[in-house]
């Protein structure tokens, strides 16, 4: 198996892209098919290694997968064996991915008890799960955490339904307790709920099942426990994360691109953001055309001071885009603070980017100033690493843009996340090998 890219940069890439379905909506949906003896059938999935991970895992659970199509699955949990979850091959699989930990909130919910390696995912700083567990246990489950097996186990008889304050907007959090609660006897209420499209989406689905849920997209959901839940169909939005990523790198390369069916309702705050950095985007139906631009200038804040973009939950700007929003500012003509307040270690790749020429201080692990170089000279390619899934892409950009060849290692990370990213950056033009 290739183990890197080796990109050719500088070169002006043209045409359009289809967004892949959303990874980390997949991770829920996929989770929740577990809820359900029926037939759940699914569309859009993306071809990519997190989500086909959790497919295997489903399908060593017991569930019945079969392949309609390219991204289309139907899935049904029958016949469950509940072995697996206690089994080394599992401990082995679920720590490979972070939406594994949202097996527990249906596997709980269905059968009584859960069992979980301490999940994967992304190495950018702790990653607590404390909110999970807070709510299986007031919704009655009877927790536990093996500090010698690193294994977390969650059992009830009975979930009872309850007011749960959150004491955090937990994306992936939410989704499991809101899997949890939908089985539970009696009406749950989640507070200072995490409200991104992808939860919006899990719930419609959960309703569609049979479930009641009510407050979709507010950050306080009710929901009524109902006895079971049935089969349904359901379809991915395209992948805000990637979407952003498209537009990083047009700008980047003064491409033209047009991103084809992008759910602008669905994008929040992203499309502006992106404006801040002086970037153009026009809305085309319910594509985003970018048009290539020589320059693009970071705004002000309106009293004249430095623009500063940092992440927030939901309907706030979101963490994963901070990585692509830094280096897209690289190539801007101006200044700004990257703030990435959820995560302490997302923000150390810069020093990669430096190496290549960018103008960046860390002023501490949370925080970046980059003052752009307005395109007047190139970054410069380099042999990098990808440390994880949004600064391998990052990277992947930076390196796209550069003057000269760039080999990048760990591409495992960007393929966690991005379908055959090196076959559609090439139908754009872009020169780039897996070696
Ligand atoms: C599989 C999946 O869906 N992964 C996403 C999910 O991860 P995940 O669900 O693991 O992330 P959480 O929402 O639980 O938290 C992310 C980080 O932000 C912090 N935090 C969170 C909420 C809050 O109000 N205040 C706060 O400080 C947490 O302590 C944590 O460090 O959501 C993250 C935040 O959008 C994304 O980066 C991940 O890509
Ligand atoms: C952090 C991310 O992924 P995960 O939560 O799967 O590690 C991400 O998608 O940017």
């Known amino acids: ?18 967004p892949q379905g959303a990874k980390n909506e997949a991770l829920q949906i996929l989770c929740a ?12 999935i993306p071809d990519i290694h997190d989500v086909n991970r959790l497919i295997d895992i489903l399908s060593d659970l017991g569930v019945a997968v079969r392949r309609n199509g390219k991204g289309d699955f139907t899935f049904c949990a029958k016949n469950i064996n509940l072995d697996y979850i206690k089994s080394e091959e599992f401990r082995k699989e679920g720590a490979k991915l972070r939406g594994s930990v949202m097996l527990l909130g249906p596997l709980l919910a269905r059968f009584g008890e859960a069992y979980m390696p301490t999940p994967g995912g992304d190495k950018i700083g702790r990653r607590r799960l404390d909110t999970h567990f807070q709510g299986f246990a007031d919704l009655g489950a009877e927790f536990n ?16 339904g309850k007011f749960i304050l959150l004491e955090e907007a937990s994306v992936t959090g939410t989704a499991n307790i809101l899997m949890a609660a939908v089985l539970a006897k009696g009406t749950t209420q989640i507070y200072n709920a995490a409200c991104e499209p992808y939860l919006q989406q899990l719930c419609k689905m959960l309703n569609r099942m049979g ?5 979709i997209g507010s950050n306080l959901l009710t929901i009524e426990g109902v006895s079971e839940l049935s ?15 498209w537009i990083g790198l047009a700008a980047m390369t003064k491409s033209e691109l047009t991103i084809k069916d992008v759910s602008w309702e669905n994008l929040g705050i992203i499309p502006a953001t992106f ?29 004249g001071s430095i623009l500063s973009i940092a992440d927030a939950p939901w309907p706030g700007f979101t963490p994963d885009l901070l990585s692509i929003v830094l280096v897209v ?3 801007a003509k101006g200044t700004v603070l990257i703030h990435q307040k959820m995560f302490e270690s997302r923000l150390f790749f810069v020093d990669k980017l430096i190496d290549m020429g960018a103008q960046i201080i860390l002023c501490d692990p949370h925080r970046a100033t980059v003052v752009g170089l307005n395109h007047e000279s190139p970054l410069r390619a380099t042999t990098m690493t990808s440390p994880d899934i949004r600064a391998g892409n990052a990277l992947l950009i930076a390196a796209l843009s550069a003057e000269g060849t760039s080999t990048i290692y760990n591409i495992e990370q960007i393929d966690r996340g991005y ?12 020169k780039i090998e897996r070696v």
């Not at 500090?147 to 979930?159: C, G």
């Not at 801040?276 to 705004?299: A, C, T, V």
């Not at 379908?419 to 872009?430: F, P, Q, S, T």
């Open 211 to 215: 479930a009641k849920i009510s407050g």
């Open 275 to 303: 404006r801040k950095l002086g970037i153009q985007l026009e809305k085309s139906g319910d594509d985003i055309f970018i048009p290539s631009q020589e320059n693009y200038r970071i705004h002000k804040f309106i009293d």
């Open 231 to 245: 089969g349904t169909e359901h379809t991915m939005l395209p992948d805000m994360v990637e979407i952003g990523s």
């Open 419 to 430: 379908e055959n990213i090196d076959g559609r950056l090439k139908a754009i033009g872009a």
């Open 33 to 44: 098919v577990l809820l359900t003896d029926e037939e759940v059938r699914i569309q859009n």
């Open 1 to 18: 198996m290739s183990t890197a890219f080796r990109i050719k940069g500088g070169q002006r890439l043209q045409g359009e892209i289809i």
């Open 145 to 160: 955490f093996d500090e010698k097996s690193h294994i977390y186990s969650v059992k009830a008889k009975e979930l009872h």
């Open 329 to 331: 500012a690289t190539q």
